[in-house]
């Protein structure tokens, strides 16, 4: 499957963001989807995971904030980002986990397929 992030952009604090990850070449039904990210000089980390099934987990620092979504249809995946703070600055990552109904995880090595990556920038 083949992976494309659009969205990302510049954005004040408080505001808001919606990444997009169109998918190709397979369907999106038989994978675990998820939004990584990473900012200069800091390791990658999981953002928000959606398996199979639908079912989400968030990382402490996005929960209640960010939602992530699949349209199975339209093999698109979505990141809604709400009341964004500085700390959100980063590359962010389009990731795919071959297999149905996986539990969810936030381990990148887990992910076999990656998009480029779109950048978001916080400011103040």
């Known amino acids: 499957v083949q992976l494309v992030e659009s969205g990302g952009g510049s954005v004040q604090a408080g505001g808001s963001l919606m990444l997009s990850c169109a998918a190709s070449?397979?369907?999106?039904?038989?994978?675990?989807m998820g939004w990584f990210r990473q900012a200069p000089g800091k390791q990658r980390e999981g953002v928000a995971v959606?398996?199979?099934?639908?079912?989400?987990s968030y990382a402490d620092s996005v929960e209640g904030r960010f939602t992530i979504s699949r349209d199975s249809a339209k093999t698109q995946l979505y990141l809604q980002m709400n009341d964004l703070k500085l700390e959100d600055t980063a590359m962010y990552y389009c990731?795919?986990?071959?297999?149905?109904?996986?539990?969810?995880?936030?381990?990148?090595?887990?992910?076999?397929?990656w998009g480029q990556g779109t950048q978001v920038t916080v400011s103040s």
């Open positions: 070449g397979d369907s999106i039904n038989r994978y675990s």
């Open positions: 990731a795919a986990r071959s297999g149905v109904g996986l539990w969810n995880s936030f381990v990148s090595s887990d992910y076999g397929y």
């Open positions: 959606i398996n199979s099934y639908g079912t989400t």
